[in-house]
């Protein structure tokens, strides 16, 4: 078991929050939720240490490309960084879907 | 002396071949009833009739195994029998590779490594097995008609009559191929059957062609290698099925197509009655294919998108729906299906729009491999399918949309699609700066490195990102652009500049989910057509019967 902390200066709000995934064998699941304190701060923990590079590399790309403020919190159970990648992404169409 | 003068040297023979199988048939007739060897007879036969240094074609398909023959050449006197050539398809037992590790066989000509992949790059390595060279199926059988003719020919069917004509079914296979080159430059044929019948239900190859049949000791060896459990179909693959449906096979117009086999493509196949349905795209994509019978085909089939399938080879438990569907497959009089590898390469390298599939490694140009560090697995099918052939003339639209620019000599192309996710589980990333291909090849002593599919022939690259658009490329470094950008935090990925994404969109190079407008929430389970063996079964009405290891009731 693992626990990573990232932050990232970051300055639009999201509507609403998500919760997609299910800490299910190579999958992860994902809480995002609105803030309002210019940052984005994200918690990991991670069923397999040792892949910080990795979640870095992931949540720089992320927030490099979506200028979010959110609190977001990662429950991973051995998901390959592919499948992180998508469920950032949905966690984001979710979050920014303002007919729910 | 002749008329010009010219020195001609005494009499040769010509007919050294023709003897040589007469003097070893010769030497058994005590013990063979006709053309009939009996079972507990069979190694010694194989010790009489193959001589040390034959080049010898055992089967080794894909599916189906010549088992009770390779047993049986395991159990040979390596003093009296040794220094064999191995011709195989597919080396699938470890009987297959036990003979060379007894010294009976030596030397190896291949194609397909899957099942055996440690062991082999093991043998090699240590110098047990010698390899001649590693092949695409077709290529193999095509130098058993030039340089790499049989002496000896194992192979399996199903059924034999007195006459030695041959039933071989659903389960056919390479045998024709590796049968004729045999039989007609004075080879001598050996055939494992699982019964003599006084009946067969249809003649697949003549008896003329077969020189001996041995009743096997229990029928030959079977697996079910293309049947993928849906339940284990991921939310990723559903996303990158719906891009490759959307972004390729709408946009190009995808008429005729071979799947590669995998996860990823059984996700294509099972959205086509739901996805594809949505999109309108009935009728229009995926009518004619060169596939092995997926079950996971089944709903397409049922629900009216496809007209044809030729197969390579059977799939076990789907005998009888094949032949309740006589006007989608390949069918004889009796009944069965007939399936031929060589000729669904054939169709597979000239008369499909597109072929799809997966691979282990890729590099930032897009050429692939599955050997890696420690495996040789080989290639089967996929550089015979994976490549654009040259010859082609006859034109389709998905053909000729690959044409980029204007000129008034021009040629289409076959679309070549890789679809792979840009980390393996285990975090091992499939995108690498350098093919473990290459040094595998440098440690086996392969003249060239061993990569699967070469990049200049890939037209599109499929990741859980995006697809690279690698066709419209203008030059080697738009394409490893447009593919670095698809590759995630892959060290290839890595090296991508973010602020070049805008411009690959624009241009077309690249495409992510959006421009196709999927939305990545739209990729669930749900949206498979059957999620589960059970639901293929209820499907074809009962007719798909799965093997028991996928059945969980």
Not at chain 1, 34 to 59: C, E, H, K, M
Not at chain 2, 19 to 45: C, N
Not at chain 2, 159 to 183: M, S
Request: proline share 5%; charged share 20%.
């Amino acid at each position: 078991m693992e626990t990573l902390t990232f932050r990232y200066k970051v300055t639009k709000s999201i509507p609403r929050s998500a919760h997609v995934g299910v800490v299910g064998s190579g999958d992860l699941e994902i809480l995002m939720e609105p803030v309002n304190n210019g940052y984005a701060d994200v918690a990991i923990r991670t069923r397999f240490a040792g892949y910080s590079q990795i979640w870095q590399g992931l949540l720089d790309r992320f927030f490099a490309s979506n200028d979010i403020m959110a609190k977001i919190e990662i429950n991973d159970f051995g998901a390959t960084p592919g499948m992180v990648s998508m469920r950032l992404l949905q966690a984001l169409e979710v979050s920014q879907d303002e007919n729910k | 002396m002749n008329n010009l003068n010219v020195m001609i040297p005494p009499e040769r023979s010509w007919t050294t071949r023709r003897d040589r199988k007469a003097s070893q048939i010769a030497k058994i007739l005590g013990i063979t009833k006709g053309l009939v060897i009996p079972t507990d007879k069979i190694v010694e036969v194989l010790e009489t009739l193959i001589l040390s240094g034959d080049r010898i074609a055992l089967e080794g398909n894909n599916q189906k195994q010549a088992s009770f023959l390779s047993a049986a050449l395991n159990q040979v006197n390596p003093d009296k029998i040794n220094n064999l050539h191995m011709i195989m398809s597919s080396i699938s037992l470890p009987d297959h590779l036990d003979i060379f590790e007894k010294g009976i066989a030596k030397k190896l000509d291949f194609s397909y490594a899957g099942a055996q992949s440690l062991r082999m790059a093991q043998m090699i390595e240590d110098g047990v097995v010698t390899v001649g060279a590693i092949h695409t199926y077709l290529e193999l059988y095509a130098r058993l008609f030039v340089d790499l003719t049989p002496n000896i020919a194992l192979v399996a069917a199903d059924k034999a009559d007195a006459q030695g004509n041959l039933y071989t079914g659903p389960n056919t296979e390479d045998t024709p191929a590796i049968v004729e080159a045999t039989a007609f430059r004075d080879g001598i044929v050996i055939v494992q059957v699982n019964e003599l019948s006084d009946s067969l239900p249809r003649v697949d190859i003549p008896g003329s062609w077969v020189d001996f049949v041995v009743v096997a000791d229990k029928p030959y060896k079977l697996e079910a290698l293309f049947t993928r459990d849906p339940r284990n179909i991921s939310e990723l693959q559903i996303l990158m099925a719906m891009m490759t449906i959307r972004g390729i096979y709408e946009r190009h117009q995808v008429t005729s197509l071979n799947h590669g086999v995998g996860f990823n493509t059984a996700a294509i196949e099972l959205l086509l009655p739901t996805y594809g349905e949505s999109l309108g795209l009935k009728g229009k994509i995926c009518r004619n294919w060169a596939l092995n019978p997926h079950p996971t085909l089944i709903p397409a089939i049922e629900s009216g998108w496809v007209d044809s399938v030729h197969c390579f080879g059977g799939e076990v438990g789907m005998e009888k729906y094949v032949a309740a569907r006589p006007d989608v497959f390949f069918t004889g009089r009796d009944g069965s299906m007939r399936s031929n590898r060589a000729f669904s390469q054939v169709a597979g390298q000239y008369a499909v729009d597109l072929f799809i599939g997966s691979t282990l490694q890729m590099d930032s140009e897009a050429n692939s491999s599955t050997v890696t560090l420690g495996r040789l697995a080989g290639f089967g099918g996929a550089p015979n399918m994976g490549h654009d052939p040259r010859g082609r003339r006859h034109t389709t639209p998905a053909w000729l949309n690959m044409i980029t620019g204007d000129s008034s000599i021009q040629r289409g192309k076959k679309l070549v699609v890789q679809m792979v996710e840009t980390f393996q589980q285990g975090n091992n990333p499939v995108f690498v700066e350098s093919l473990d291909a290459i040094q595998v090849g440098r440690d086996a002593n392969l003249p060239i490195a061993p990569v699967m599919i070469y990049g200049d022939d890939v037209t599109h690259v499929v990741t859980e990102e995006g697809i690279a658009y690698l066709y419209k490329a203008n030059s080697l470094e738009e394409r490893r652009q447009a593919l670095a950008a698809i590759a995630g935090v892959t060290p290839v990925g890595m090296r991508h500049d973010l602020s070049t994404t805008e411009k690959l969109r624009k241009d077309g190079l690249v495409a992510l989910p959006e421009d196709l407008n999927i939305k990545r929430t739209e990729a669930k389970r749900s949206l498979l057509a059957a999620k589960s063996i059970d639901d293929l079964v209820s499907w074809s009405a009962g007719l798909y019967e799965p093997p028991a290891k996928f059945r969980s009731w």
